[in-house]
């Protein structure tokens, strides 16, 4: 997994971006093949001035499915970053799910066909004049 982490008014410590890509691994292992990119933005939105801004906003590019974004504030960085970890993991897995139940459900055809093991039942029982 290819992970960019950049910060916006905040110091970008190595202990830091080494525990947000911890926790993105962690969360995202198993769903590491349909993994295009991951993009971390961490930051202070107010500064110096303080108070419970601190930011991370995670957007995960993935195959065949849509961009997850998460984004979560808090006073203290690490914590903000566990939490967004652990949204962007479960919403993952259902971009994942979605996508895969869409192709596997025929969404955007508009006349899918029934399976084969349905088209000609042996135990459906035809009157003569029905039969084809």
């Keep these: 997994m290819k992970v960019d982490i950049q910060s916006q008014d905040f110091p970008l ?3 830091l971006s080494d525990h947000a890509k911890r926790r993105l691994q962690f969360v995202l292992t198993r769903r590491s093949d349909r993994i ?3 993009v971390v933005r961490v930051g202070d939105k107010n500064g110096p001035r303080g108070g419970v801004d601190k930011f991370c906003r995670i957007q995960v590019y993935l195959l065949d ?20 970890a652990d949204r962007v993991g479960r919403v993952v897995v259902k971009h994942l799910d979605r996508s895969r139940a869409g192709r596997r459900h025929g ?3 508009a006349n899918p066909s029934p399976p084969d093991e349905f088209a000609a039942a042996p135990w459906v029982r035809h009157s003569e004049g029905e039969r084809a």
């Design 13 to 15: 410590t190595s202990a």
């Design 36 to 38: 295009q990119r991951i």
């Design 65 to 84: 499915a849509p961009v997850a974004v998460i984004e979560d504030i808090g006073l203290d960085m690490y914590a903000v970053i566990d939490r967004a």
């Design 107 to 109: 969404r955007g055809d």
